[in-house]
């Protein structure tokens, strides 16, 4: 079975003490996850250190940074490199979230030098995709998801894509309590699939683990988790509220 996933996004959120809290009322939960199960807290970078000593008992339990920069090192001011990152044990990190896409410019080639830099340094890129609402409007998110996904992804070898895990978040849905509907969630994630299949084969395509990202919630969580080629979410608001985050970890396949 594909790795199923519950991965927290706290944004910009939380002061290191409400932090230190949120983590502690989520672990304390002592939810049992299967051995296919994980659940994932990308945090604001002061608190990596933190998360990671909060999490490092509990079994399939992870930290992930939220962005990291492109290039190895040198003069980039306020700027973290995917190998500082490695050097405090992060192994996951978010790359090309639509609000970095959208707020600091990030486009399709300078995410796959982001991808390029996570993978040399051993860090899971969580991927993230997804259309504007005009696009999905025009109906043409399937051509948009597709060349984020070839400008960004398609350079990787089959070895090295079968590390990733991909996130799509429509952007309408993001913040706006407007979740995909089911089938637009399962429709979007069959695809992607399908152009991993295309591109390297379907082993692999059947191993990358692909979250939806939207408006998760502890009420719809189960039946958007349930879709096939769904497995598991990257929440934003409702992972900031530990008994929300805990009832979304609970209802992953
Ligand atoms: P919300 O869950 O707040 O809609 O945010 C989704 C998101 O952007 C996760 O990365």
């Known amino acids: 079975m594909r790795k199923q996933i519950a991965a927290a996004n706290w944004k910009m959120n939380m002061s290191y003490q409400d932090g230190v809290k949120l983590l502690d009322d ?105 259309e504007a609402l005009e696009v999905r409007e025009s109906g043409t998110q399937n051509d948009y998801v597709s060349r984020q996904l070839e400008q960004s992804l398609f350079h990787l070898s089959a070895e090295q894509i079968r590390k990733l895990i991909i996130a799509y978040e429509p952007i309408w849905a993001i913040g706006t309590g407007k979740t995909a509907s089911t089938e637009q969630a399962q429709e979007m994630h069959a695809f992607i699939r399908s152009l991993l299949r295309g591109k390297f084969g379907s082993e692999i395509a059947n191993e990358v683990p692909i979250l939806y990202g939207g408006s998760v919630k502890a009420g719809n969580a189960k039946e958007i988790f349930a879709c096939d080629d769904v497995d598991g979410g990257l929440v934003g608001g409702a992972s900031l509220v530990a008994d929300d985050f805990i009832q979304i970890i609970r209802a992953l396949k």
């Open 26 to 130: 989520v672990l304390s939960s002592k939810i049992t996850l299967t051995a296919d199960q994980q659940v994932i807290f990308a945090v604001p970078f002061p608190y990596l250190i933190m998360a990671k000593s909060e999490v490092a008992e509990e079994t399939n339990n992870f930290i992930a940074a939220q962005n990291c920069h492109h290039k190895e090192a040198g003069a980039f001011t306020g700027e973290v490199s995917a190998s500082m990152l490695h050097s405090v044990n992060v192994r996951y990190c978010i790359v090309g979230h639509s609000e970095r896409r959208a707020f600091f410019n990030e486009t399709n080639e300078m995410l796959a030098e982001k991808l390029d830099s996570c993978i040399k340094h051993q860090i899971t890129p969580i991927f993230c995709c997804g």
